[in-house]
């Protein structure tokens, strides 16, 4: 194998064996920051060695029991773990010269525990919003600073700095690394769905730059929401983020046009929906709705979506449902950007003067000045009643709010075929 070869083969074991790697060694030393420094240096050695010895054959067991041996290093040479050091290499089970059968052993290893303990330690509510993401996407995802300063078009030095902050936090504060339970786990879980939540949406649908979809970040969302889906069986609310986030990435491929631009729900063509993900979204919502209680905030956006992704034309959508599901969605979860979607589907599902009422009941929340998609589903509703001079005025200061260039161009386009049609008119 090339060395050009080998280099891409560590590069897609590390994506897909970073995050057990990280578990793995974190439950052992307890520090989520020592146990990346250990599964960095186990990638260290693997760059260095594999080139010419080949990528073995249980490459994941490789760099486990590599960086294992590290942490049994890194123990006996510090005075202060001493007294640690006999429980930690009862812990790990490996002797320092490791036979090939005690490879295999490792990869064997249960890591489900682990990789939620992960999950919950970096989604820890001591930690800022913007520091779960960055530390989920860093030891969860495998993304390196600069991608994921690239995903959010934040510069590099401040997704370190996060990091680093959220690690040294985590130390500091003792946080346990294990899976709580109880109440504690429910207490804890809207913090975790949170941040997988926010993560799909910034790939969605970009809030800022020259790209609507990130189709990487999607993906990343998708990967951890199964992970925590399999991993907690029995939380609904996992079911019901994992269903949405399915359906909701089944539409990827027809949300651009050929140049990139966005198509808006309604306008695009269903025959691009993905069949897969649809039925995978589905079931998903089937296991949150057999759960125990009434739908929560994300099995009921999941609703939502399947009401889309049941009909087959855009004529076919029960709106009428969808307002419905809203109502009970401002009832459990509410906020003004659900009375903003709320006030979408009652203007179809009763018509725009229906739609235009509730927008004018919540236009002066604080939360939604300087928020584009308001004067932007304003702009619809009025193009509907054919206030076309009001709704081009609207899609333009959507469009000057907006930070997203594709978004900025589709608003820019609607206004001026709304002031086409009053000159025309």
């Known amino acids: 194998m090339s060395d050009a070869a080998t280099g891409r083969a560590i590069e897609a074991v590390w994506r897909i064996e970073s995050a057990r790697l990280v578990a793995g060694l974190a439950r052992m030393v307890r520090d989520v920051g020592l146990a990346e420094d250990l599964a960095q240096d186990a990638l260290v050695a693997a760059l260095e060695r594999w080139p010419r010895s ?12 590599t ?138 649908a970009a809030s800022a730059g020259e790209d609507w979809i990130r189709p990487a970040l999607c993906e990343e969302a998708l990967r951890l929401g199964r992970i925590l889906a399999a991993l907690a069986p029995g939380e609904p609310e996992a079911h019901g983020l994992i269903a949405l986030l399915e359906i909701q990435a089944s539409r990827t491929a027809a949300r651009l046009g050929p140049g990139g631009e966005p198509v808006l729900l ?60 809203y109502d009970a969605l401002a009832q459990i979860a509410p ?32 939360a939604l000045r300087g928020y584009h998609l308001l004067p932007s589903v304003r702009g619809d509703l009025l193009e509907k009643l054919g206030r076309r001079e009001e709704a081009a005025a609207e899609f333009e200061r959507a469009a000057a709010l907006t930070e997203n260039a594709r978004e900025r161009e589709l608003l820019s386009r609607r206004a001026g075929a709304c002031r086409r049609a009053q000159g025309g008119g």
Not at 293 to 311: D, E, F, S
Request: glycine share 8%; proline share 6%; with cysteine.
């Open 54 to 65: 080949g990528v073995p054959d249980n490459p994941g067991a490789w760099l486990m029991a």
């Open 67 to 204: 960086a294992k041996n590290r942490a049994i290093d890194l123990a006996r040479r510090n005075k202060t773990l001493e007294r640690k050091q006999e429980e930690l290499a009862r812990d790990v089970g490996l002797r320092m010269a490791l036979e090939r059968s005690e490879f295999e052993a490792a990869a064997d290893e249960e890591v489900g525990d682990d990789l939620l303990a992960l999950i919950f330690t970096c989604c820890h509510p001591l930690l800022s919003r913007e520091a779960r993401v960055a530390l989920t996407l860093r030891l969860l995802g495998g993304l390196t600073t600069p991608e994921i300063a690239s995903a959010f078009l934040v510069k590099e030095p401040t997704i370190a700095q996060r990091l680093v902050r959220a690690k040294r936090t985590l130390r500091d504060a003792g946080v346990p690394f294990e899976v709580p339970r109880g109440d504690e786990l429910d207490a804890r879980l809207p913090s975790v769905l949170e941040v997988i939540y926010l993560v799909f949406n910034e790939g969605y």
């Open 266 to 325: 309604l306008d695009q063509d269903r025959s691009r929906w993905d069949p897969l993900l649809i039925g995978r979204g589905l079931a998903a919502l089937e296991r949150a709705e057999r759960a125990r209680g009434p739908l929560g905030p994300y099995g009921l956006q999941a609703a939502i979506a399947a009401c889309h992704a049941r009909a087959r034309e855009p004529g076919e959508t029960d709106w009428v449902r969808i307002a419905a599901l």
């Open 335 to 366: 906020s003004p950007i659900v009375e903003l979607n709320r006030a979408v589907a009652l203007g179809m599902a009763f018509g725009p003067e229906a739609g235009l009422e509730l927008l004018d009941a919540i236009s002066a929340e604080p």
